[in-house]
């Protein structure tokens, strides 16, 4: 039965816009963090453990840092036009680094506030991106093009989360840290691996 409902969401799903379509892959790939703090973490030193592999990098750093780039979209698009979005202005770190609860509700948040805004957006909205690469760039964007690149980011991201996690013994939901698109081509049964290309 979980099956055919699943099968019927992904339909659901795939009718719907565009649009819609790129909420639902931001709040799924939110929502994977949110399952890692509330279900799959048990202490706040996990968050904390300094990865052997990865230099300087914890849990809660990767964490913090995916998140940051939806709120700073988000953010950019709630306020006054002309819509300037830069990724450089990240806070470091804040609590949702080294406690669980202060993460959960950090992604509660987050989740919560793509479900306001983005349904009242549109895809080609323009915004204007400033980055350090190291040198100070500009470059004219779109909102569903960077709503697409902080889900995809935020992948990135869970991908070293799972190799820190994997030297701490943690188990990970086989899904966790692929794009979709590898998800899609190897066939996956996960919810971000159903769609066709």
């Given amino acids: 039965m979980a099956d055919v409902q699943q099968s019927e969401s992904h339909s ?9 379509q ?15 703090v509330e279900n799959i973490l048990t202490s706040d030193e996990q968050l904390t453990v300094q990865s052997k592999f990865l230099p300087g990098s914890t849990i809660g750093k990767h964490l913090r840092h995916a998140r940051d780039h939806f709120i700073l979209l988000i953010d950019c698009l709630s306020g006054p036009t002309p819509h300037i979005l830069s990724y450089d202005s990240r806070s470091r770190n804040t ?3 080294t406690n669980l609860s202060e993460a959960r509700e950090a992604f509660r948040q987050a989740i919560l506030r793509i479900e306001e805004v983005v349904p009242t957006a549109s895809l080609d909205l323009p915004l204007t991106l400033n980055a350090v690469t190291p ?15 902080a889900g995809l980011h935020a992948v990135h991201h869970w991908s070293m989360v799972r190799v820190i996690a994997g030297e701490l013994d943690i188990k990970l939901h086989d899904d966790f840290g692929f794009a979709p698109s ?10 971000l691996g ?3 290309i």
């Fill in 135 to 149: 040198f100070m760039q500009t470059f004219e964007t779109t909102f569903g093009r960077e709503l697409w690149f």
């Fill in 95 to 97: 609590p949702m680094e």
């Fill in 194 to 196: 159903k769609a066709k």
């Fill in 12 to 20: 659901e799903i795939a009718s719907l816009s565009p649009l819609a």
């Fill in 22 to 36: 790129l909420q639902f892959v931001s709040t799924t790939v939110l929502q994977q963090a949110l399952d890692l």
């Fill in 182 to 191: 590898t998800l899609v081509y190897k066939g996956s049964e996960a919810l």
